[in-house]
């Protein structure tokens, strides 16, 4: 393991907090909650609510893990020491193909916000630009990547803030407006669960895509500088502050606009300000979405090549992964994720309209199968050190009952999928690809 100890420890608490941030906070609330919307109506606010609790099961189970034996590509690793090999192979190549497919979402949604103000602009343009300017940023050093995404979320977060305090100033107050616009349309057009318990099963589709990323914490703990204190500290605090963000967002939108007006046809936050009147607000609005794309997608890449690396030093993944920058950038591991990550641009010049729906698809299965194995592979570390799990600093709570609702939630959000039209075939798909990674293990230890 001599090549992970190259891996700088550079990231401080602030990194970690918003390269977490950063991935959680993107395409799934700036473009995918429109779709939330539509299917359950006001209620949205309970849909992301919830599916933040589950979430932070998942990312608990994580914590306990990473901050007592805190190494990078963390999640691969513990599925290896304490579980088996192959669900180590299983979960560390999962992981990296969900990246690989939620970097490709946030490729192919750019075109669609820059359309706002270039609606003649091939969207396939945009998602190339995006894939340079994130590549060559992940090529550089691990503090010049820390300091970069941080700002990047810095500035989308703030403006989120913003946009909610705005909100609520036109709601109660009736600041930008002739009065309050009061709470009538949480209400009106068929009421607060307009679709009822079903609108809103469906909705954890687009939710549990929305939240992907927020696992970072874990990927994160081989460059912390001081992960007994910093992964904690982020994990309490990340939870809190994303469903602020989450809930908080969708409360201002569904409350100063009809719900059932909402469209498709670019982010809900920039489509309703122009419709309720500020479109200086929502070009402003616009830049805070594209900035949002570019954090979400510089994040997602740098967990992908970390994962990666730490296959490679599980010999999980070709040699040439292994391999550290004099700066200890594995940059091997970022071109073949990003060589992979390119072929969305070719499908949304190819297929500009589907190509959303299906990338989405295939990356919620996927992460579904990454947080299903986290809270397994944590029952199976406390089974493995005993009575030493009296001595570890941050325990899971509930353990293992919230590990076993967190599986049977993420397991009904899978059998959702299958009964929507637009989300069926990652679900078909599912199988093949978990058969693929089994033939790629077994050739693997066919050669060792």
């Avoid at 189970?61 to 805190?70: F, I, T």
């Avoid at 894939?131 to 989120?160: P, T």
């Avoid at 040439?320 to 700066?327: A, E, Q, R, T």
Wanted: glycine content about 10%; proline content about 4%; aromatic content about 14%.
């Amino acid at each position: 393991m001599e090549e992970d100890k190259k891996l700088q420890r550079r990231l401080k608490d602030r990194h970690i907090q918003m390269i977490a941030l950063g991935c959680a906070i993107g395409t799934g609330l700036f473009y995918g909650s429109a779709s939330t919307i539509k299917m359950v109506g006001p209620a949205v606010m309970l849909s992301y609510l919830i599916g933040g609790i589950f979430i932070y099961f998942v990312v608990r189970a994580l914590g306990e893990m990473s901050v007592d034996n805190p190494i990078s590509g963390s999640f691969s690793a513990y599925a290896y020491d304490y579980w088996g090999e192959f669900p180590g192979f299983l979960s560390g190549w999962n992981y990296w193909f969900n990246y690989v497919a939620v970097s490709m979402v946030e490729v192919s949604v750019i075109g669609i916000y820059m359309q706002h103000w270039f609606p003649t602009l091939p969207m396939w343009v945009s998602g190339l630009v995006l894939f340079v300017i994130v590549n060559i940023i992940n090529l550089v050093n691990v503090r010049s990547f820390g300091e970069i995404e941080f700002w990047g979320a810095i500035v989308k977060v703030v403006a989120i803030l913003l946009m909610i305090i705005f909100g609520i100033l036109m709601i109660f107050f009736g600041v930008g407006a002739d009065a309050p616009i009061g709470l009538k349309n949480l209400f009106d057009n068929g009421g607060f669960f307009p679709k009822g318990l079903t609108g809103m099963m469906l909705s954890f589709v687009v939710v549990t895509f929305s939240f992907g990323g927020t696992e970072l914490i874990g990927i994160t703990a081989g460059e912390a500088e001081n992960p007994v204190k910093t992964i904690p500290k982020a994990i309490n605090l990340i939870i809190g502050r994303i469903l602020i963000f989450y809930v908080g967002s969708m409360f201002v939108l569904v409350t100063i606009y009809p719900w059932d007006k909402v469209g498709m046809n670019g982010s809900p936050f920039v489509e309703i300000f122009s419709a309720i009147g500020f479109p200086a607000a929502a070009s402003i609005l616009n830049i805070i979405v594209l900035t949002g794309v570019f954090s979400a997608y510089n994040s997602c890449l740098y967990s992908n090549a970390r994962m990666l690396h730490g296959l490679a030093l599980q010999n999980n993944a070709p040699a040439f992964l292994k391999k550290l920058s004099s700066d200890g950038v594995p940059r091997a591991a970022v071109l073949f994720s990003s060589l992979f990550v390119g072929i969305v641009v070719i499908i949304t010049y190819l297929a500009p309209k589907e190509v959303f729906n299906y990338v989405m698809s295939i990356a919620t299965i996927a992460a579904l199968i990454n947080w299903i194995m986290i809270l397994y592979t944590q029952i199976k570390f406390r089974q493995k050190i005993g009575l030493k799990a009296k001595k570890l600093s941050y325990k899971m709570p509930l353990f293992p009952l919230l590990n076993y609702a967190g599986i049977i939630y993420f397991l009904s959000i899978g059998i959702t999928m299958a009964a929507m039209p637009d989300y069926r075939l990652a679900v078909y798909l599912c199988p093949i690809w978990l058969l693929c990674i089994y033939a790629g293990y077994r050739v693997k230890k066919s050669r060792h």
